[in-house]
């Protein structure tokens, strides 16, 4: 058997894995024993994963560069037929990785969280279905495939978002989830239609070598990158469609770990990695996006400077560190960009399942004002925590170090200004991180002194991934090291084959060593100097607790506006939401008075003339023939006197 054979079958069979997971536990589940489910849910998963690494050593052992595995004919469209194909390519390598790796320790993590909810083996099923459709997204060979794969996640977010759906709130949380990507996903089968009657075409390599020949900044060109973008705009949280993902906590915890870190989030950041030749080619839509990531970043790290649920407060951390990674997109730097993809699966990963650690420690609590003083209760978890939390404030040699400073380096070489305001998010970053690992591990413990008494252990099911997890926050980015080390940059070389062309079209501008030191030596300096007063002081500790506090007369306008997150969810409501909702009473209110009341209405009618006949008929023939004389006798006179 050759080598290409072996990719197909590799490739395939990691694709199938989960999809049987989930048909074995949807379908049989609730016949088998929670054990036997896990490890049918966690085990097809960790198959895909190193199936993947079985592709990735062949891949780094130069068997291929790219390759496609062409399964069958699937959609016909006029002379072109879409064909259900695997691209495998250093891209789509470096996705598997992830999606397999990091969705692993997130389902060996659930077995030990979700084990005593008597749906799970519908939540496995669910688990398993979303990591097919991502596999999907990002093996998709064409746009109908990655769009597959992209209605797929959104239908599994739907799916965990609301698994708890006898609460209401739960359930509202999933259909706005829902709704909002719908909404972006309009823009994105647009940007397809457009691609489409373009090049005559929908598989990425064609089109991408086809889009070659179109001017800089054409119309066209523009017109299906800005189509693309908003259908990025819904699923990966950026602005005007991002107050989905915060509500998206309403599911269980590994949910919210697996959609901010490994999966669905990060699918609008890959579509443009993908097709990134157009975004080359369309300078216009690379300043719109920068200018929203901005923006999104600020907005995102402000609001979860004063959230008081856990997982809020790393859900606008999502929000904010997808802002920097689309900031890296619109500067055309998209190997950076997808290094702090690969960076944040980890830490973020991280941080969602400690404070799912925390919350089960806790019997369900996640109200930080209702914590404190855990660091010796649960000293694994908090262990755990501050790795993430140093990871993600940008502390060297933490990943999230590596990959933020090198999105900062390069903002800063195009735009300094833009450099100010991404400076001023990391900070908040840091401020918002530490302020939660305060409020949650240290001061006096300001909750129910019957729950802290009670606290008990997690499980090794839920210990193990953590430790893996932390790991990687500790030593993934240095597959990127800075340029001024001059000790080459892995992951950059990794991804070269897959963005060569755009880089060719765009201009790069490099900085000089010393200025990359003194750029990196600063953040550093900030945010090590907030982590000395905020650990190893009692400086901002008054700070910190006066920030869960942020209602009353004496309230600065600001905290209320950042508190309150800009009343973004008011105003939706005010112009789109309740006009919505008044729309489809009034369309209640026709359907039910106006056509149901005239097609009722005729009924009855046509029942009460059936009454008054059947009142005439008396059953006697003296009767009937009295009603029949009179009859004549009125027609009679009718004759008579016409």
């Not at 729950?451 to 990127?480: K, Q």
């Not at 990359?516 to 901002?540: K, N, P």
């Not at 909702?581 to 359907?591: G, K, N, Y």
């Amino acid at each position: 058997m050759n080598s290409f054979s072996t990719i197909d079958s590799l490739t395939t069979a990691l694709v199938a894995l989960p999809l049987l997971g989930f048909l074995i536990n949807g379908l049989m589940g609730q016949r088998l024993s929670k054990s036997m489910v896990g490890a049918i849910g966690s085990g097809v998963v960790l198959g895909a994963f190193l199936l993947s690494c079985g592709l990735m050593s062949m891949y780094l052992s130069g068997a291929f560069e790219s390759h496609t595995t062409n399964l069958f004919a699937w959609l016909p469209i006029g002379d072109y037929t879409a064909k259900f194909a695997f691209l495998v390519d250093p891209l789509s390598l470096l996705m598997l990785m992830v999606v397999t790796g990091v969705g692993s320790l997130i389902h060996i993590y659930s077995i030990g969280y979700i084990h005593e909810d008597e749906g799970f083996y519908k939540f496995f099923a669910y688990l398993n279905l979303f990591i097919f459709s991502m596999l999907l997204l990002v093996l998709g060979a064409n746009f109908p495939m990655l769009f597959a794969g992209w209605e797929g996640v959104g239908l599994c977010s739907y799916l965990l978002i609301g698994f708890w759906y006898k609460n209401a709130d739960y359930t509202a949380a999933a259909q706005k989830a829902f709704v909002m990507n719908r909404i972006g996903d309009l823009g994105f089968l647009l940007g397809i239609f457009l691609v489409f009657s373009t090049f005559g075409t929908l598989d990425f390599t064609d089109v991408m070598n086809a889009a070659l020949q179109l001017g800089t900044d054409s119309p066209v060109a523009v017109g299906i990158t800005l189509l693309l973008f908003v259908g990025a705009m819904g699923k990966s949280a950026q602005l005007p469609l991002f107050t989905w993902l915060p509500d998206a906590m309403a599911g269980p915890t590994p949910v919210s770990a697996l959609i901010h870190a490994a999966t669905m989030v990060t699918a609008g950041l890959y579509m443009i990695a993908r097709c990134n030749v157009l975004y080359a080619l369309a300078p216009t839509t690379l300043h719109f996006i920068t200018l929203i990531a901005i923006a999104t970043a600020l907005l995102a790290a402000t609001i979860a400077v004063f959230q008081n649920d856990i997982k809020k407060v790393l859900a606008y951390s999502t929000v904010s560190q997808l802002g920097y990674m689309f900031a890296a997109m619109g500067m055309g730097a998209f190997a950076t960009g997808m290094f702090h993809v690969m960076t944040h699966a980890f830490f973020k990963a991280l941080l969602f399942l400690g404070a799912g650690a925390v919350i089960h420690a806790l019997h369900g609590e996640q109200n930080i004002g209702q914590m404190g003083g855990l660091k010796n209760r649960i000293p694994f978890t908090y262990k755990i925590f501050l790795v993430g939390t140093l990871a993600v404030a940008g502390l060297p040699p933490l990943s999230g170090f590596f990959s933020k400073d090198e999105i900062l380096a390069t903002v800063f070489a195009h735009n300094p200004i833009l450099w100010v305001l991404l400076l001023l998010g990391s900070l908040l970053t840091a401020f918002y991180m530490l302020r939660l690992l305060w409020l949650v591990f240290y001061g006096e413990y300001r909750g129910n002194h019957h729950v802290v008494e009670h606290l008990h252990d997690n499980p090794n099911t839920m210990n193990y991934p953590l430790v893996v997890l932390a790991v990687l926050s500790v030593v993934g980015g240095f597959v990127g090291m800075p340029a001024f080390l001059h000790l080459g940059n892995a992951f950059h070389e990794f991804l070269e084959p897959v963005f060569a062309s755009s880089n060719a079209l765009l201009p790069h501008q490099h900085l000089h060593a010393t200025t990359e030191m003194a750029l990196m030596a600063l953040t550093v300096a900030l945010v090590g100097t907030l982590i000395y007063l905020a650990l190893f002081t009692d400086r901002l500790s008054g700070i910190f607790l006066r920030s869960l506090h942020t209602e009353g007369k004496n309230t600065a306008w600001w905290k209320k506006l950042w508190s309150k997150k800009y009343y973004v969810d008011e105003i939706y409501d005010t112009l789109f939401v309740s006009p919505s909702r008044m729309v489809s009473r009034a369309l209640h209110q026709v359907d039910t008075q106006l056509v149901d009341g005239t097609v009722n209405g005729l009924g009855h009618l046509t029942a009460l003339f059936s009454q008054m006949s059947v009142a005439t008929q008396i059953g006697k023939i003296g009767g009937y023939m009295l009603l029949m004389s009179l009859g004549v006798l009125g027609l009679l006179l009718v004759f008579v006197l016409g």
